[in-house]
Each structure stands twice: as C-alpha cells, then as structure tokens.
C-alpha cells in the first residue's frame, strides 16, 4: 500500500476548516481499494489520484465510488444533460413538444440516474409525458 505525506496547507477552504485537517489520521493518502458502485469492478484509488484531486482541484469530501470507465460515462451522461437543458432553454414554448430530441434526453436522464440520486426527478416526468404524446 503506498502512502504519501498530505500537504494541508494546499487543502480547500472546506476541508481546511473540518475536523480532519486537525486528525493525523489525514496526514496521509494511502492507496485505497474499492468496488465501482456501477459496475463492480475493483479498483485502486490511488494515493497520488487523491493527492491531486484533494490539493490541486481543491475537491472537498472526495469519496471515489466509481471506476474510471464508469466515472467517464457519468461525466459524459452529466454533460449531456447539460447542453440538452441549454437547448431546452433556447426552445420557444410553442415548440418545446415537438423537439426531436426529447426521447435522448429522457434516456440520458434514466441513464444518468442509475449513477446518482441527484437528477432532475421533476424534468423526467414532464419529459416521459411529452415523449408518451408522440
């Protein structure tokens, strides 16, 4: 198991102020084992991947719970729903319905929430009413 001395002077705002900047149990990153809540596949976060995302990307709260294949489809599932809601947006409200890209959308949308519980319930349910009138 590899371990790699923690520089908590580079750690975000957040964690700076949390009880785990004080805890040596935190001085460390070790390289850490876990099972891709996705796919099941294990995998090894590394210590150096914490390292970076935690001091670099000033990510607070790191829990890494999917493997990177599974971690880039959920990005690409999350930009997707982005760039749809942008196109939504952009619809008049006459054409709305009639979007051809709905039916995507929706999919994108069950997809997306097989990863997460964060997803927009309340756009699903207009989408599948919009989509079962076609």
């Known amino acids: 198991m590899k371990k790699i001395p923690a ?6 705002d957040e964690l700076k102020r ?50 990177s294949l599974c971690f880039k489809r959920y990005n690409l599932l999350k930009e997707s729903l982005r760039r749809y809601k942008i196109m939504w947006l952009e619809e008049s409200e006459n054409s709305k319905s009639q979007a051809v890209y709905l039916k995507n959308w ?19 349910s207009h989408l599948t009413k919009l989509v079962g009138k076609t």
Not at 48 to 55: A, L, N
Not at 117 to 123: A, E, H, R, T
């Open 7 to 12: 520089d908590k002077s580079k750690w975000p």
């Open 18 to 67: 949390s009880y785990d900047y004080y805890d040596p149990r935190f001085d460390f990153y070790y390289d850490i084992k876990i099972k891709c809540k996705k796919c099941s596949h294990e995998f090894v976060w590394s210590a150096e991947g914490q390292k970076y995302e935690t001091e670099v990307l000033k990510k607070a709260w790191n829990d890494r719970s999917l493997c």
């Open 106 to 124: 929706l999919e994108c949308i069950r997809e997306y929430k097989k990863y997460t519980n964060k997803y927009d319930s309340g756009m699903e």
